[in-house]
């Protein structure tokens, strides 16, 4: 059955524009809430295959969604290369022995060996294929080197960057031996994620704004599109989806093959489509606090729809969804998205 998801990754005419939300499976909804107080924590959640199974649905089955997203944590990368990640309450992710040198990195698996120990996560994606409709797409995802290098370098979220900064213009070439390691084990990854089942990749560049727009292509950019011309290679029939967040700057400089462009909520849609809507699909990009507000939310899914007519896009939030919005709005938003784009 062809899934109209992956038709409009394509570019396909589809008989109506698709939805999801970035973190659409998560705190919102209390059906979320409830698994994961079984699991006993997020990350026993991730190594739980039937667990992990059925949070990927719920958006699906709750909320109207037309693509489930595999349900894990782009940090379960690093993790498995040998970091030691935690989530601690109310801070976020941590790794207790961030990377400062050259032996750091030499200690941690690379390639195949680090692929190799993402068991659980090939095994979620094969329970989700059994129990997801046919109709609906599953996307599998990573995050692209230089966002999970902030996180192996900091050890933990960061407002200033300043530590992998400083290695950015003080020792460029150990920045790009963490890049390369990581961008080698991801290759594998998503290999493995996609004979796992999955039908489509999306990669996050979650921190791409932190970087200076010169600077982008040569720390992040190339490292993504390496990606990409790996599993386009062997893999021509899986659409790829690249989520850069913040780069309005560097919108003209964008080059690669992949499918689609995600746009984030503060890069306007109009001016996405001018400069790579012939080149790309676009997805996105409602300011996702706009979903505290059904009025805010038609208002935005109408202005989006105006611009892109229907053609070469798919709908989604600009950046994930909070988790104190009404789940009433999240439908209202998937709904509006439907109504508006419905092709008799
Ligand atoms: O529904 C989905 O989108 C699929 C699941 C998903 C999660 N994380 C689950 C999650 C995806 C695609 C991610 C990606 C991710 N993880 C990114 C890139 C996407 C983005 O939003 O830009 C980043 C930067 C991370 C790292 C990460 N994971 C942080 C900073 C945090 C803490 C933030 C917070 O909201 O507490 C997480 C935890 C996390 N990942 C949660 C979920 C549902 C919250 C955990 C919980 O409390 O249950």
Not at 170 to 196: C, D, F, G, R
Request: with cysteine.
């Amino acid at each position: 059955m062809s899934k109209i998801f992956v038709d409009a990754c394509f570019g396909k005419e589809t008989p109506y524009t698709p939805v999801w939300m970035m973190r659409q499976a998560g705190r919102y909804l209390p059906e979320y809430m409830a698994v994961r107080a079984e699991a006993g924590n997020f990350l026993n959640l991730c190594h739980d295959p039937k667990k992990a199974c059925a949070v990927t649905l719920q958006p699906v089955d709750i909320v109207g969604v037309d693509a489930a997203i595999l349900f894990s944590d782009i940090l379960v990368i690093p993790d498995e290369m040998g970091m030691d990640l935690s989530f601690v309450k109310g801070e976020g992710p941590k790794f207790s022995d961030p990377i400062t040198c050259e032996a750091d990195i030499e200690r941690l698996l690379g390639g195949d060996e680090a692929a190799s120990k993402l068991t659980y996560v090939y095994d979620t994606i094969k329970l989700i294929k059994e129990q997801l409709a046919d109709d609906k797409a599953l996307i599998g995802f990573t995050g692209a080197p230089w966002t999970l290098a902030t996180y192996m370098i900091e050890g933990e979220g960061t407002k200033t960057y300043n530590i992998c900064k400083k290695m950015m213009y003080s020792n460029p070439a150990l920045l790009h031996k963490i890049l390369a390691k990581v961008t080698e084990v991801v290759k594998l990854y998503m290999e493995k994620q996609i004979e796992a089942g999955i039908d489509v990749v999306q990669i996050f560049d979650s921190w791409a704004a932190a970087i200076e727009t010169e600077k982008y292509d040569e720390f992040s950019w190339k490292y993504m599109v390496e990606i990409a011309d790996y599993l386009k290679a062997k893999y021509p029939h899986i659409p790829i989806i690249m989520f850069p967040k913040g780069i309005p700057a560097f919108l003209d400089k964008v080059y690669g093959n992949f499918d689609v462009f995600g746009v984030d909520w503060s890069t306007p849609m109009a001016l996405a489509k001018e400069k790579l809507g012939e080149k790309y699909v676009l997805q996105g990009n409602m300011e996702p606090c706009r979903l505290y507000s059904k009025e805010a939310t038609t208002e935005s899914v109408e202005e989006i729809q105006k611009t892109m007519e229907g053609k070469r896009h798919i709908f989604n939030l600009g950046h994930g969804i909070l988790p104190d919005v009404p789940v009433e709005n999240a439908k209202h938003f998937i709904h509006e998205c439907h109504r508006v784009s419905k092709k008799i």
